[in-house]
T-cell receptor
C-alpha cells in the first residue's frame, strides 16, 4: 500500500546550519507530495508542495524536489533559524481524498 | 479569517461516556477529514467526507462515527470511548476537486482527548 517514510528525529542543529530531512514514499499512481510543519501547540500548516516529477516546492527558504526515480522528497534549508524549531511531516496525496503522512521529524535549532 | 475551528481543545472523560468533537470551516471547502496523531505513528486518517452526506472510512475508523449534514461542519463522535482513543485529534479541510491547490489541507488547532 501507499506509505511515507521519513527520518527519525529529533534533529538538533546550531543556528545557520544546513538542514536535510529525508523523505521517501511508495505510491500507486501519481501522488502529490507535501511538507507540513507543526509548531508547538498548533495544527499542521502547509510548508511546500510539488504535484509532479521534477517539480521543486519552496517556501521560507525551505526547498524540496519531487524525485520520481528515487521516490524521494527530501526537505532542505541552507541556514536554519531558532524559529524553525518545529515538527516536520512529509505527506502524499494520491487522490484528492487520500492522504498518507510520515511519522514526523522534530527539529530543534539552538542559538 | 479563513480557518478550521475545533472544540473542545482539551477534554478528559471516562470510558464509555459518549462525546462529540466539533469541527467547522469557513472556507466553503468541499472536503473535510479527521486525523489522530500519536507518538511514533504520525497522523492517521480516521474518516473523510468529499461533500455533504458523503463520508467514508480512512485507515483507523474503528470506534468513531462522523456525519456531514452541512458543508461547513464535520463532527467526530465517539459513542463509547476507550483508553486507546486517548490521542490528539485534528480536523482538516480542503477545496477538493482537481484544480491547483485542491488537495492542500488546512488544519484546525487540535483537540487533546484523554479517556480514563
Amino acid at each position: 500500500g501507499d506509505s511515507v517514510t521519513q527520518m527519525e528525529g529529533p534533529v538538533t542543529l546550531s543556528e545557520e546550519a544546513f538542514l536535510t530531512i529525508n523523505c521517501t514514499y511508495t505510491a500507486t499512481g501519481y501522488p502529490s507530495l507535501f511538507w507540513y510543519v507543526q509548531y508547538p501547540g498548533e495544527g499542521l500548516q502547509l510548508l511546500l508542495k510539488a504535484t509532479k516529477a521534477d517539480d521543486k516546492g519552496s517556501n521560507k527558504g525551505f526547498e524540496a524536489t519531487y524525485r520520481k526515480e528515487t521516490t524521494s522528497f527530501h526537505l532542505e534549508k541552507g541556514s536554519v533559524q531558532v524559529s524553525d524549531s518545529a515538527v516536520y511531516f512529509c505527506a502524499l496525496s494520491v487522490w484528492t481524498y487520500k492522504y498518507i503522512f510520515g511519522t514526523g521529524t522534530r527539529l530543534k535549532v539552538l542559538a | 479569517e479563513a480557518q478550521v475551528t475545533q472544540n473542545p481543545r482539551y477534554l478528559i472523560t471516562v470510558t464509555g461516556k459518549k462525546l462529540t468533537v466539533t469541527c467547522s470551516q469557513n472556507m466553503n471547502h468541499e472536503y473535510m477529514s479527521w486525523y489522530r496523531q500519536d507518538p511514533g505513528l504520525g497522523l492517521r486518517q480516521i474518516y473523510y467526507s468529499m461533500n455533504v452526506e458523503v463520508t467514508d472510512k480512512g485507515d483507523v475508523p474503528e470506534g468513531y462515527k462522523v456525519s456531514r449534514k452541512e458543508k461547513r461542519n464535520f463532527p467526530l463522535i465517539l459513542e463509547s470511548p476507550s483508553p486507546n482513543q486517548t490521542s490528539l485529534y485534528f480536523c482538516a479541510s480542503s477545496l477538493g476537486g482537481y484544480g491547483s491547490g485542491a488537495n492542500v489541507l488546512t488544519f484546525g488547532a487540535g483537540s487533546r482527548l484523554t479517556v480514563l
